[in-house]
């Protein structure tokens, strides 16, 4: 094995890509959550924004058009999700359960006749000078842009959330849709639009796998990705700064055990492979057991569905 | 304008029409879907609901297929079920049904080439445990830290898929598999193969340990303390600790139980149907069963009857993949496509659509 073939600056570049795709769900699903609606569908809308951005950027040849399409597309799944628990009054973790095997079927039906080509190229920028400083120039100046919108995306959700009148509604209708129903606030209308928000986050990761991280579409590409955002909102105590932490531990995870494989580590690349997914386990752990915590940031309408009687 | 009004009781015919309202709905989509991909859609409805059963062309191959599919799907779905009537939510089964049968199969692997009729009972043992262990560590999990049982079940599917994977290239790779990822084919094994019973009907083992189950199930669900303690945690957790409900026993038994059976499933599948250790060998049966779990309302008779159309739809997928090449995946959508269904028309057990005619002053 050969340790000192893993270059840090690029074990540190091939992090942030590799977290992304799970930041970005991660931040839909933590509007989505603080509005009070539990979506476990974000694999299957990640899938289907993955599968759909790589046909729009395939077709057009514009991977930013491919991002938008993505986003489109997730929002538009997750509307299936939105009706069916806000309108319907169905129980959100089977609906949830429903989207992710439904989302799995459908972008595996329309990637068909997709797989084996190459998306159009989705570069990093390049500023003079900036981007050639040794390590530093790498690390901060050298990514693609949707690192970078990601990034700001987290902020402006944090912003949203705890600086804005929206988002002081919105955290309302989480904690108690009642009072806000009482309130006048418009409790279905603002949920459905959370869970489109969410849907298109989703979507957006799903094409930034399918479009910059792989690059390529192959069925069921999403591995678990979508589950792992769950888990990172749960981890986040629904705080979007702590999102980013979270994504990129796990992206951290992820690229370290790609790396110990291919430095051709001697156990079997299969245990390696586990690690994400023990490590979301471990993390969910060490985050529930510390009660009072859990209890202060969850949203305390969680998965409960609402109905106005009056 | 359509309103929804709150029924003073849930309806008892909506609790049987509703399931077969989403499938007619199910139908229609599903012939839509079909009709977009450029099939005809009568001809697909009829090739795989029709066919898999009374086609003679097909159905001497069909027919026993029906039970070989259906028996893992349904006693998965019953171990869930009593899960999903409590709250606690296990849909991990995929990963159950994996471990079952690594650790059974695995077994019967270590003891190769012993003949003896021991060996059989004890994979299955071997197997049930696996399930059983794998789903233990999210209830410890939950009960202990309070972890998510959704997210850690799910999590630890992979962990079982990226096991089994390291089983079949290190130890249980078969010795004479010509170096492929594959374990010793169980039909070579007398004592551990899961041998058909009655020629052409489908019928083994595992199909038997299914039916009793599901009469198991109802005697538990209808008539057992146990069955009334679910019901009442999942209506409501603080009644049922009145109602001096343990709420950690529950979790412990309902995960339990559904990883029990999922094992089992998994270890009847690899020693029968699949005859061999792969990392093809999980098919999706554990997230499927979730869909039958539902459609048969998480009542034992009624996920019986919704695993053998759940079965149905997998045979008659098969064929339409075979016969129209319609692609797997369109089967998938359609399963997915009924589980919408099913949910979005459940409103009308607990809700009737009423004419908005005295617009707001009825309240």
Redesign the interface.
């Given at each position: 094995m050969d340790l000192s073939s893993i270059s840090p600056v690029t074990l540190i570049v091939s992090l942030m890509a590799a977290s992304t795709p799970i930041l970005l769900a991660a931040l839909g699903e933590l509007v989505v959550e603080k509005s009070g609606v539990l979506n476990?569908g974000v694999e299957g809308m990640m899938i289907i924004g993955a599968v759909c951005g790589f046909i729009a950027a395939v077709t057009t040849g514009s991977p930013w058009l491919g991002f938008l399409f993505g986003a489109i597309c997730g929002a538009a799944v997750s509307m299936?999700f939105a009706v069916?628990t806000q309108y319907?009054?169905?129980?959100q973790?089977?609906?949830g359960?429903?989207?992710t095997?439904?989302?799995?079927?459908?972008?595996?039906?329309l990637g068909?006749s997709y797989t084996g080509i190459n998306p159009p190229a989705f570069s990093q920028i390049h500023i003079p000078v900036l981007s050639d400083l040794p390590v530093v120039g790498r690390i901060i100046f050298g990514h693609d842009p949707m690192i970078y919108f990601s990034l700001a995306l987290t902020f402006g959700i944090w912003y949203f959330l705890t600086r804005t009148r929206g988002g002081l509604v919105l955290r309302a209708v989480g904690e108690s849709h009642d009072a806000a129903h009482a309130l006048g606030y418009k409790v279905i209308r603002i949920r459905m639009l959370a869970i489109a928000f969410g849907g298109a986050c989703a979507g957006l990761g799903g094409a930034y796998l399918s479009l910059v991280r792989v690059p390529q579409w192959a069925?069921g590409m999403t591995?678990?990705a979508g589950?792992?955002a769950?888990?990172i909102v749960?981890f986040a105590s629904w705080k979007p700064g702590r999102a980013i932490i979270g994504a990129y531990l796990f992206g951290g995870v992820t690229v370290l055990q790609l790396n110990l494989q291919a430095a051709g580590l001697a156990i079997?690349p299969?245990?390696l492979?586990?690690t994400p997914?023990?490590a979301?386990?471990i993390v969910?752990?060490i985050m529930?057991?510390d009660?009072k915590r859990?209890s202060l940031n969850a949203p305390a309408s969680l998965g409960k569905t609402f109905?106005a009687?009056? | 304008m359509l309103r929804l009004e709150a029924r003073p009781e849930p309806s008892r015919a909506m609790v049987i029409l509703t399931p077969i309202i989403a499938v007619v709905a199910t139908m229609i989509a599903g012939g839509i879907l079909f009709a977009i991909l450029g099939n005809n859609p009568f001809t697909a409805i009829r090739i795989i609901f029709w066919d898999p059963l009374f086609n003679d062309m097909v159905a001497s191959y069909t027919r026993p297929q029906l039970l070989v599919k259906a028996a893992p799907l349904i006693l998965m779905a019953i171990g869930l079920s009593f899960g999903f009537r409590a709250n606690v939510w296990n849909i991990g089964a995929e990963g159950q049904f994996i471990m079952g049968a690594v650790i059974g199969g695995g077994t019967a692997l270590a003891l190769y080439p012993l003949e003896s009729p021991l060996v059989f009972p004890l994979i299955i043992i071997m197997g049930g445990l696996g399930g059983f262990l794998w789903a233990m560590i999210p209830a410890i999990l939950k009960i202990r830290f309070n972890a998510n049982e959704i997210l850690v079940s799910l999590m630890l599917v992979y962990v079982a898929a990226q096991f089994l994977a390291a089983m079949v290239t290190g130890p249980m790779k078969s010795p004479v598999g010509m170096g492929f990822p594959v374990s010793r084919n169980f039909n070579e094994y007398q004592s551990a193969f899961n041998a058909e019973l009655l020629s052409n009907t489908g019928l083994h083992f595992g199909v038997l340990v299914m039916m009793a189950v599901v009469v198991v199930g109802y005697i538990f669900l209808t008539r057992h303390i146990f069955g009334f303690q679910i019901r009442v945690s999942g209506q409501s957790a603080r009644a049922s600790k009145f109602a001096g409900v343990n709420p950690h026993t529950t979790v412990a038994l309902c995960l339990g139980i559904s990883g029990a059976l999922a094992g089992l499933a998994g270890l009847f599948e690899v020693t029968g149907p699949a005859g061999k250790l792969s990392t093809n060998f999980p098919l999706g049966y554990g997230f499927t069963a979730i869909i039958v779990a539902f459609l048969g309302r998480l009542h034992p008779v009624g996920i019986l009857l919704a695993g053998l159309l759940m079965a149905l739809t997998y045979i008659g997928g098969e064929l339409a993949q075979f016969q129209m090449s319609i692609p797997a995946a369109a089967i998938q959508v359609f399963q997915g496509m009924l589980l919408f269904f099913l949910l979005g028309v459940d409103i009308l057990v607990n809700f009737r659509l009423r004419r908005d005619t005295k617009s707001k002053e009825a309240h």
């Open positions: 476990l299936i069916l319907l009054m169905a129980n973790v089977a609906t359960l429903g989207l095997m439904f989302g799995l079927g459908l972008a595996s039906l068909h069925e591995a678990g589950w792992i769950l888990a749960v079997s299969a245990y492979s586990m997914y023990l979301t386990i969910l752990v529930a057991s009660k859990q109905f009687s009056t | -």
